[in-house]
């Protein structure tokens, strides 16, 4: 659960900054814990609603089957990007995990 409502989402999506900052605090702080996580770094939120698309970032639902948002090197090239947006060293940490929730 969260404590943001369905419409903060809405909000978030409309480029809220307040609400992103506590968003991904509250995510963190979540995948810390149920993880064991030394270091989580939430990059991105996206609603999805067939109904909405295309207010203010709302996209529609993934169609067409399965799909990967993105590849093993292509994530590799992500986390070390985050990394470095981040101020961080790449060489402190040995492995990531890339999370979709």
Known sequence: PTK?????FYNLQAGDADLAIKYNLEV???????LGCDKVICVQSQVRNSGKVGEDGVQGYASGGPHTDSSAVSAD????????ANNLNGSDYKRYCYLNL
């Open 4 to 8: 943001l409502s369905t419409e903060d």
């Open 28 to 34: 963190e702080s979540f995948v810390t814990k149920q």
């Open 77 to 84: 090239a992500f986390a070390l990007n985050t990394l470095k």
